[in-house]
Nanobody, 126 residues
Framework: QVQLIESGGGLVQAGGSLRLSCVAS????????FGWFRQAPGKEREFVAA????????EYADSVAGRFTVSRDNTKNTVFLQTSSLKPEDSAVYYC???????????????????WGQGTQVTVSS
């Protein structure tokens, strides 16, 4: 199966930054929308950001807009989530997710994504 491997999580102080990466296997990386979701203990998984095939269109949850930036490098099969001005409430496991092949519409619901990584932990201390 397709593998999505996230990295870059860690422990940072409030106001700090982390760059998360998601490396995806497969040979049609540029034919998938990629999304980032996060889930904190006791909470439902929530949409964070997504990016379309060429990276020209991005979408963000209101809670992270202006602080997070999603990007992709299709030559390296990698999606990034640059986080900044991190807040304790940003603490969560961050998941990379791949949308369906051949679909270039950004999806905000986790049910629209078919492949998921194992997640990378982001912990923001106050």
């Amino acid at each position: 199966q397709v593998q999505l491997i996230e990295s870059g999580g860690g422990l940072v102080q409030a106001g700090g930054s982390l760059r998360l990466s998601c490396v995806a296997s497969g040979r049609s990386f540029n034919m998938h929308v990629f999304g980032w979701f996060r889930q904190a203990p006791g909470k439902e998984r929530e949409f964070v950001a997504a990016i379309n095939w060429g990276g020209a269109r991005t979408e963000y949850a209101d809670s992270v807009a202006g602080r997070f930036t999603v990007s992709r490098d299709n030559t390296k099969n990698t999606v990034f989530l640059q986080t900044s001005s991190l807040k304790p409430e940003d603490s969560a496991v961050y998941y990379c997710a791949r949308g369906r092949y051949g679909v270039n519409n950004i999806r905000r619901q986790d049910t629209e994504y078919v492949d998921w990584g194992q997640g990378t932990q982001v912990t923001v201390s106050s």
